[in-house]
């Protein structure tokens, strides 16, 4: 009973929402994770992906094996110690406002990013630059404080999407880019409106326009795409994949990716100060269980490394459970009777709620007693995460340099954790500088071999993703999760379908 009245609820949310369905129009929902903070601003903690990935365009993005290919540039090429990158433009592209995209939009959009008055995320990918500029309008320079073999790798970068010079006053209502669609109105509460580009460089748009929906529980999200207010939906758990490839109403995609969800322990409050303590609670979960349980076997098993597992700087580790080493830990760490832990979740991920109860019962085994404390799904993202002494995190796909600087390093927006190891950031700054491939691999492992014995991430499995698209849905086919080409995406009605 408790069920169908959820149901009930998400999907007169939904309708509520949702307009009168129309051939032309593709439809998707967001989380609204961010609160007041949404944005089209690609650099912001707020930014709104689901739409800025259709209205913009990065310099670079990753092919099937996760490695760069042109985008907005088209080649790039390094001086013989790595200490200088020039990259060259793409020709003949043009922002949604009319304006011609050149060099100088590109040093803007890298300036501003860089400028601490940003307060940007990914500040810290860029760190290493110590000048930008344009010798000419289609080629742009970065110099480096050292040698960096990998930084096309970082081009690719979700956040680093090129906005128009001069813009970053009014580009989070605006959302001015280059990308296939324009923003109509930005409205992350209710329904974003998108109209399609028919200047695009790289050809209109098949789809006329978009709405992007502000849904923040993600049951609601998944019943309005099985009610068929929706046309597509990532976050389709795999306990469903069986039942929904059977329906011809639906088209099933399952992605391998990079993705991770974890839970988090705040380095820097006790008892999560002693790293005894973070690698007991490691010790006491058996991560095959609950892969299981949470996305029944939808993903690879991570020993607590963010690399993808196809990155190819990935560690190759083993992280059986071993209760009595947990106990052991903490007992040595001055916990012979164990400890309490909250842990603060939310229903922006379905699969945390189940994560979280297989979580609890398998630590308490080492004495790990956890209290699960069920947070609000709007505003989660600015209220709980970094803010609370344990929690859930959800990570999108990112190179090794890049997730293990944002993710670990003691001076980046992203370190959810607290996490300060001075040994660590030298494995990674040596692993920079280093142009043999593979010596620059051996310290990338290092690292990640680190992070499993002293950070306060858990990260038990990276994801599969499985997309569920609507019937009339055509040729929405990811080279990845992170890259579809929007331009290329089709709607059939149903008629058509069925001559």
Request: charged share 15%; no cysteine.
């Given at each position: 009973m408790r069920l169908l009245i959820t149901m009930t609820i998400a999907m007169t949310f939904v309708a509520q929402l949702v307009l009168a369905?129309?051939?032309?129009?593709?439809?998707?929902?967001h989380d609204v994770g961010k609160g007041d903070r949404s944005s089209l601003d690609p650099i912001s903690q707020g930014r709104v992906l689901q739409v800025t990935e259709k209205i913009m365009n990065r310099l670079a993005r990753p092919d099937s094996d996760g490695l760069p290919q042109p985008d907005l540039a088209t080649e790039w090429y390094t001086n013989k110690d790595g200490t200088v990158w020039t990259i060259r433009l793409r020709d003949g592209v043009?922002?949604?406002?009319?304006?011609?995209f050149d060099a100088s939009d590109v040093v803007y959009t890298f300036n501003r990013t860089l400028d601490p008055a940003t307060n940007s995320p990914a500040q810290s990918l860029l760190k290493m630059m110590t000048n930008i500029d344009a010798p000419d309008d289609l080629t742009v320079r970065f110099s480096l404080k050292s040698t960096f073999a990998d930084?096309?790798?970082?081009?690719?970068?979700?956040r680093l999407r090129i906005i128009p010079d001069g813009s970053g006053g009014k580009i989070a209502q605006t959302g001015i880019g280059t990308g296939p669609f324009m923003v109509e109105k930005f409205d992350p509460d209710g329904i974003t409106q998108l109209?399609?580009?028919?200047?695009?460089?790289e050809g209109a748009p098949y789809i006329e326009r978009m709405e992007?929906?502000?849904v923040p529980d993600s049951q609601a999200r998944l019943q309005?795409?099985?009610?068929?207010?929706?046309?597509?939906e990532r976050g389709i758990l795999p306990l469903l994949r069986r039942a929904l490839s059977k329906s011809d109403r639906y088209i099933i995609q399952d992605i391998p990716t990079g993705n991770w969800s974890g839970f988090v322990f705040r380095t820097d409050i006790a008892p999560f100060t002693d790293a005894r303590v973070r690698r007991a609670i490691r010790l006491a979960v058996d991560r095959e269980e609950l892969l299981k349980l949470a996305l029944d076997g939808g993903g690879t098993i991570s020993c607590d490394t963010p690399v993808a597992p196809d990155d190819q700087y990935r560690a190759t580790m083993s992280c059986p459970q071993d209760i009595g080493a947990a106990r052991a830990l903490l007992a040595e760490a001055g916990y012979p009777y164990g400890i309490n832990v909250d842990l603060h979740i939310s229903t922006i991920d379905q699969a945390w709620s189940a994560m979280a109860v297989a979580f609890q019962q398998q630590v308490a085994k080492a004495g790990i007693n956890v209290n699960i404390v069920k947070a609000s799904a709007d505003g989660y993202w600015t209220e709980i995460w970094k803010n609370k002494d344990g929690f859930a995190t959800s990570w999108s796909a990112r190179p090794a340099d890049q997730v293990l600087n944002e993710a670990y390093h003691s001076n980046a927006n992203g370190n959810e954790s607290y996490y300060r190891d001075p040994n660590f950031e030298l494995m990674l700054l040596a692993a920079r500088k280093e142009l043999n491939f593979e010596a620059r691999r051996h310290l990338y492992i290092r690292a990640q071999e680190h992070l499993a014995d002293t950070s306060g991430t858990l990260i038990p499995f990276h994801r599969s993703q499985l997309v569920g698209l609507s019937k009339r849905v055509r040729d929405l086919d990811p080279v990845r999760s992170d890259v579809i080409r929007w331009h290329m995406v089709k709607l059939i009605d149903h008629e058509a379908e069925v001559n």
């Open positions: 369905q129309s051939d032309s129009v593709f439809r998707q929902a043009r922002f949604h406002d009319g304006s011609t930084l096309p790798l970082l081009l690719m970068d979700p109209v399609a580009n028919p200047d695009y460089w992007i929906i502000g309005a795409f099985l009610a068929g207010q929706l046309d597509m």
